[in-house]
């Protein structure tokens, strides 16, 4: 029975990408990378988990045979850049039921005016082309999902970009409403974990964010490109025809990208930011600079192409790798959702 019942808890760490094929640079400056060092400084008593969230990924139709490709493209990649299966959880959303009837449960809570404010749908709705035929009810409700899949494991920190900490505050939303309503602390609300801004932006349209939807292919770097594409793509980056190297992201943001690339990606830089490493660099020529870029992506993505070229090659232990994540998932969620049904008159 709830009455009385107490709960305790550790640190978890909850996180999710959506599987859309092989990541970008972008994804791994500004998301990936960090996942890999909060699973290595974690403690031991910490528990992490990271889901491919191929359920959000159905937002809008897709090709079922590209869907579950992108999906071991997908988990390749996050045991390629060095997520451990041993330590971290990681395993496909839909494999844990769990998460699709906490969502049912909690769309109870969640209000359609907070989730007709979501900046997501806003931009959707504001777009004179769209329609109510095209604009579908789980476009509308994925907040609540997002909710479900972090409060179902009643994690504790959710790390997060600036775009994504509105639905974060949503999660927190939903889950104090759930425990003023019913009187228990069921649910936790989550902290927030900023990841560091590493906005990389497009090498052809720098003032756009690197992107996979870009039509252009040459606008973003992959985590499985050669050292060849590399160097294309980065020689090829748009740049402009002021003298000197400088790091000016509003005045210079394509210049200001290609330093960005360099200071982000190198092991062995010594500045204290990208201003330091433009002065040092103000006398290069362009070419010059485009050309450390290359090397110094080039440098970063090759073991990640590496390790991603062997576990893509090996499905059967790509798929113990899914099947053993998705059971310890439902493992962590299975006393959460006992509890919020027990709460509601589910169960026992």
Known sequence: MVDGMQWSFSELIFSGIQPTGIPHLGNYLGALRQWVKLQDDATTDTTLLYSLVDLHAITIRQDPRQLLQWKNESLAVLLAIGLDPKRSIIFHQSDVPAHSEMMWILSGQASTGYLGRMT????????????????????????????????????????????????????????NGFNHIYGHDVLVAPETLISPARRIMSLTDPASKMSKSHYNPKSRILLTDTDEVIKSKIMGAVTDSIDGISYEPERRPSVSNIIDLIYHSSADLTHADQYALAADLSNVSMRALKEQAADAVARLIAPIREHYRLWSSNEALMDMVAADGAERAAKSAAPVLLQVKQTIGLSR
Not at 148 to 160: K, M
């Open 120 to 175: 997501q749908w806003k931009d959707k709705t504001a777009n004179e082309k769209e329609n109510s035929e095209k604009l579908k009810l789980n476009l509308f409700s994925y907040p609540v999902l997002q909710a479900a899949d972090i409060l179902v494991h009643r994690a504790t920190h959710v790390p997060v970009g600036h775009d994504q900490a509105q639905h974060l505050e949503f999660a927190r939303e939903v889950a």
